[in-house]
């Protein structure tokens, strides 16, 4: 798949994933949407880019989905069209499942699951009236295999995971890929950013994301990836790549030894 001049969007562009995923799609030429809070860094990130011209900053809250219209209608008026669609933007959680409030379950869900559901639908009939597109969602290891701690986190990107499949079969004759991207460990500050127990922030960096695979490194190989025609991707190594192998082709094995590993952390 070649990405020069076409029209790119991604939520949470400003740090982690979303950032990088500016940074080298920006180097090829590609065209770019980038929303995230954030609208004071996307906007000094545009200006030290290779290209300022080709991009525009359209900041939204993926929490307040009344204003999706509206911030869909903007994104297709930046360039007259969308040509890929990357669902980035998210929150993670570090808890114990029977300890965190129902509200951050539904936190997670909102920004993880029915926000990017949301905006698909608005943006996904754009891309079937022109007969082409791609949607691109960041999901993660963790929506294919569940682990302590992060309960409504792969809740919510195990639900993900599950629309995008159907909606895939729904849409393919009408020319429009959905691809599920699924990462291990990265090292982003999405544990930092995480979500505790009673909704306040976790504000430690994991030692398996310290230790994850380098940001740019993911998006080179994430892109490279995107030019073949699978539709899930998984891009991991260490545990979460066996974690995810033992959980597809040994399930019971993979739940009978979850526990003692957890017990052993703990």
């Known amino acids: 798949m070649d990405l020069r001049n076409q029209v790119v969007w991604i939520t949470g562009a400003s740090s982690g994933i979303g950032a990088e995923l500016a940074n080298q799609l920006d180097k090829i030429g590609a ?3 980038l929303s995230a809070r954030n609208e004071a860094a996307l906007i000094e990130w545009v200006k030290s880019s290779h290209h300022p ?3 525009k900053v359209i900041s939204f809250d993926l929490m307040n989905i ?34 965190t409030e129902l509200a951050v379950d539904r936190q997670v869900m909102e920004v993880d699951y029915f926000a990017p559901v949301a905006l698909t639908k608005a943006v996904v009939p754009l891309m079937i009236t022109r007969g082409s597109g791609l949607v691109v969602n ?32 729904e849409i393919a004759s009408a020319g429009v890929r ?30 398996e994301i ?30 979460p790549k066996l974690g995810y192998q033992l959980r597809r082709f040994l399930p019971n094995l993979y739940h009978r030894l979850l526990p003692k590993l957890y017990q052993r952390r703990g």
């Open 31 to 33: 065209k770019l949407i």
């Open 53 to 55: 011209d080709n991009h």
């Open 66 to 99: 009344e204003s999706f219209p509206s911030v869909v209608a903007s994104a297709q008026q930046a360039f007259g069209q969308i040509d890929v669609l990357i669902n980035n933007g998210g929150i993670s959680q570090r808890s114990l499942a029977l300890d």
């Open 138 to 169: 960041i999901a993660s290891v963790a929506g294919k295999i569940g682990s302590p701690l992060r309960s409504a986190y792969a809740g919510a990107k195990h639900a993900l995971i599950g629309f995008m499949d159907c909606l895939r079969a």
């Open 178 to 207: 959905v691809v599920n991207i699924c990462p291990g460990f990265v090292r982003t500050n999405i544990s930092f950013n995480a979500l505790t127990a009673n909704n306040s922030q976790y504000g430690l960096l994991d030692e």
């Open 210 to 239: 310290a230790s994850g695979m380098p940001v740019d490194e993911f998006v080179t190989l994430m892109l490279r990836k995107l030019s073949s025609n699978q539709s899930e991707i998984i891009i991991a190594s260490g545990k």
